[in-house]
């Protein structure tokens, strides 16, 4: 069983940056990748990006491409979530999840096999 724990998320004036990270635990970490999915009350769950675990390949919402910047530290089982020129719409709860194998949709919140618990970002305008 993975467990996953976010941190890093906060308040910040549009235009500000945070940067979230999500830190895997397991007895041994094998995961495929991880991603970053963010949700609204009201609204469905937002894929934002994800990683592979092993060479590193990355995928971005259009929403977020350019200003967004999603990382892995192997040595850590950390993934980060640097987010820059946030906007109001940014605002959301954001998840980290993981991934056992190549299978399913990266972009997809249902091809994952674990969550975090979420952490909050408000951008203020």
């Known amino acids: 069983q993975v467990q996953l724990v976010e941190s890093g998320g906060g308040l910040v004036q549009a235009g500000g940056s945070l940067r979230l990270s999500c830190a895997a635990s397991?007895?041994?970490?094998?995961?495929?990748?991880m991603g970053w999915f963010r949700q609204t009350p009201g609204k469905e769950r937002e894929f934002v990006a994800f990683i592979t675990w092993s060479g590193g390949m990355t995928q971005y919402a259009n929403s977020v491409k350019g200003r967004f910047t999603i990382s892995r530290d192997s040595a850590k089982n950390t993934v980060y979530l640097q987010m820059n020129s946030l906007k109001p719409e940014d605002t959301a709860v954001y998840y980290c999840?993981?991934?056992?194998?190549?299978?399913?949709?990266?972009?997809?919140?249902?091809?994952?096999?674990?969550w975090g618990q979420g952490t909050q970002v408000t951008v203020s305008s």
């Open positions: 999840a993981g991934k056992d194998s190549w299978t399913g949709r990266g972009t997809e919140g249902n091809a994952y096999d674990y």
């Open positions: 397991a007895r041994s970490l094998t995961l495929y990748s």
